[in-house]
């Protein structure tokens, strides 16, 4: 059986020059690939996720405030139409109401009218039929006159002398 | 295994003397570890710090039981 | 490692199990061999690792998409956790930033060169000869001094290091050699001799445990008791292997986390 150091145990720890060569070929290597190609490269994997990530954040925030505005013009163009609609029904109620004032009016005119019509229409009829009355009655009173005077009152300027004081007469009576 | 072989083993009284080296280190890790763990028993939320400091000190103290083992080696 | 167990094994059946030694670790040289680009066995493992991590990453790095797939995502998290979890959680973001790669490309490397020593026709970490941590150890060296250095100046540096303000001055005397010592000459071998004999301490556990099943299993005279013990053993085995894949995350891990460390303290204190 061989002893575990059998004496040359040193010899581990002196490097052999090809050993150093080797060893320093291969980290140089090593650290020109980690540091110009590989470290690089996911670097930028890195950063492009992180800016990713961020943009879609940065875009949901805008997308937000988008719709934030939307809302908000959207409410704003609801409380006009309300405003509009209120407006236009109270435009339409007091021009509803100066319609009916001004049929109330005019109805009023119309009727005011009317009455002044038929007023004026009554005083003529009844002048007229006053005349005519007083025609009549002077024919009638004549009439009976005659009859009851006779032949005496032929002369008509005679007649209508005695018919205006007998109609005197009937009117200080009726004052009396 | 003979006879032969026991009396090689003894013959080697390096192996004795790195059993020794190596009492030390492993006390000394011993206690590291025991009290990394009561710190962050006390405060946990230290514990990634508390672990890096433990594995800096515990490589320390294995250096020595190492430096144990190369004796060993090369004597 | 396997067929030279079993090859000696047979060849010297009945004399003990073949256990493995330091031999392992400084294999003959197989091509090339005399000039300083000579390779033997663990180089060649360790260019055949290097050859595969960099392209697989390659690939990887081409074909990433935007929206991950599992296995990009899986290399993501890996990235992650380096970055987070070790990077900016002990530098901070601003300090960590232009390191992130050096340290994601330590990581990676010695995650893969670490586990050959368990893959099967492998069975050796490319990490398990000293050369490959010291270079790693060395890169270490050069960012921490060069950070300090850019931030403070190489006088302020060296002040910083070795006079540490708070201290009397007789004893600066004995103070700032061990300082300059402990920056220059200990880190960096720290770091190397945790690496390197992690692997070498791995390697020699799980092949003396599966050769001591072979041998149980296959050489012992008494069957009976043979099995068994064998099959304890291959259990073993299998443990340390398992275990072994732990290391290799957790020595990845550790040397990631001791250079970000060490370069942060060649920062002015904040």
Known sequence: MVTLAGGDGISLFIPKLYDIVWSLVILVVVAVFFYKYFMPKFNSIFDERAEKIEGNFSKAAKAKEEADEAKKKYEEQLNGARMDASKIRDDARSEAKQIIADAHSKADADAAQITATAQRSIASQQQQAMVKLKGDVGTLATSLAGKIIGQELKDPDMQSHMLDQMLDDMENEGKQ | ?????????????????????????????????????????????MAGKIQTLMLIGAAMVELLGLLGFVALLIM | MFESVSKTTILAAGTGADLPTVKDFLPPEILFQGTPFAINRIILIRIVATVILLSVLALTASHAKLVPG??????????????????????????????????????????????????????????????????????????????????????????????????????????????????????????TIRLFANMVSGHLTLATCLAFAQYWVFEASNKLTGVPVGAMWLVGGLIMTLFEIFVAFLQAYVFAILTTAYINLSYPEE
């Open chain 3, 70 to 191: 599992r296995w990009q995502s899986m290399i993501e998290m890996g990235i992650g956790f380096i970055r987070d979890g070790v990077v900016y959680s002990v530098m901070g973001e601003l300090r960590g930033k232009r390191y992130v790669s050096m340290i994601v490309a330590l990581f990676f490397t010695i995650l893969v060169f670490n586990l050959c020593g368990i893959i099967p026709g492998a069975n050796m970490a490319a990490t398990a000869t000293v050369a490959m941590p010291l270079a790693f150890a060395a890169w270490t060296l050069v960012q921490y001094c060069w950070a300090g250095i850019r931030e403070k100046g190489a006088w302020g540096f060296i002040r910083d290091e070795c006079f540490t303000p708070g201290v009397p001055w007789p004893v600066y005397f004995l103070l700032a050699p061990i300082q300059l010592l402990e920056l220059i000459i200990v880190r960096p071998a720290s770091l």
């Open chain 2, 1 to 45: 295994m003979g006879i032969i072989t026991l009396a090689q083993i003894a013959g080697n009284l390096n192996l004795i003397g790195y059993g020794l080296a190596a009492l030390g280190p492993s006390l000394g890790l011993g206690l590291i570890v025991s009290k990394s763990v009561e710190s962050t028993a006390r405060q946990p939320e």
